[in-house]
Antibody
């Protein structure tokens, strides 16, 4: 089955760091860019960023609003992508989803993980 | 990159058709064919409905269709059903190699 599974969410204090993981089935991983999308409670979906595959030099891009606090990278030996979040703020509290797009169609997000909740609070 | 503009809510009766608009700029919706639409139910993962403006993935009902004119994309749902009640989001690839979401539209089936 083609799937993505997030892990690593939890409670973190303001100013702290957290690393989320997204494990992908091998069938889709190598040809895909992996994206992170979040949804704060009562708000809409927000694109966080993406990392492309090896053939595209693992290039990354991020939402401008994050101002360099987040980093996305991948470990191909584990079919896993990561979202490193630093200097966390209360407004980063959200459900974080990982998803993928094929190299030929950016923004075609399918499938999605089930999401992992990040709560930033003292 | 500002969010794409969608109406906050739309409604329709079973059997009717509704259209949700998604307005951007020449730097996103108007400049690329990479416009997608997603259905999102609370507590679940979003579901891809339409990609590249008007293409349906296998398994998605043909009651869902997409189009684009200039800087505005549209999602039409025909033969509205109670199960269609959900939040709907558009996305577009952008000139800075990022992706931007619309603000989301809540569909109510009356």
């Amino acid at each position: 089955e083609v799937q993505l599974v997030e892990s690593g969410g939890g409670l973190v204090q303001p100013g702290g760091s957290l690393k989320l993981s997204c494990a992908a089935s091998a069938f889709i991983y190598s040809d895909s860019a992996i994206h992170w999308v979040r949804q704060a409670s009562g708000k809409g979906l927000e694109w966080v960023g993406r990392v492309r595959n090896k053939a595209n030099s693992y290039s990354t891009a991020y939402a401008a609003s994050l101002k360099g606090r987040f980093t996305i990278f991948r470990d191909d030996s584990k079919n896993t992508a990561y979202l490193q979040m630093n200097s966390l703020k209360s407004e980063d509290t959200a459900v974080y989803y990982c998803t993928r797009s094929p190299y030929f169609s950016p923004g075609m997000f399918d499938p999605w993980g089930q999401g992992t909740l990040v709560t930033v609070s003292s | 990159q500002s969010a794409l503009t969608q109406p906050a809510s739309v409604s329709g009766s079973p059997g009717q058709s509704i259209t949700i608009s998604c307005t951007g700029t020449t730097n996103d919706v108007g400049g690329y064919k990479y416009v997608s639409w997603y259905q999102h139910n609370p507590g679940k993962a979003p579901k891809l409905l339409i990609y590249e403006v008007n293409n349906r993935p296998s398994g998605v009902s043909d009651r869902f269709s997409g189009s684009k004119s200039g800087n505005t994309a549209s999602l039409t749902i025909s033969g509205l059903q109670a199960e269609d009640e959900a939040d709907y989001y558009c996305t577009s690839y952008t000139s800075t190699s990022t992706v931007v979401f619309g603000g989301g539209t809540k569909l109510t089936v009356l």
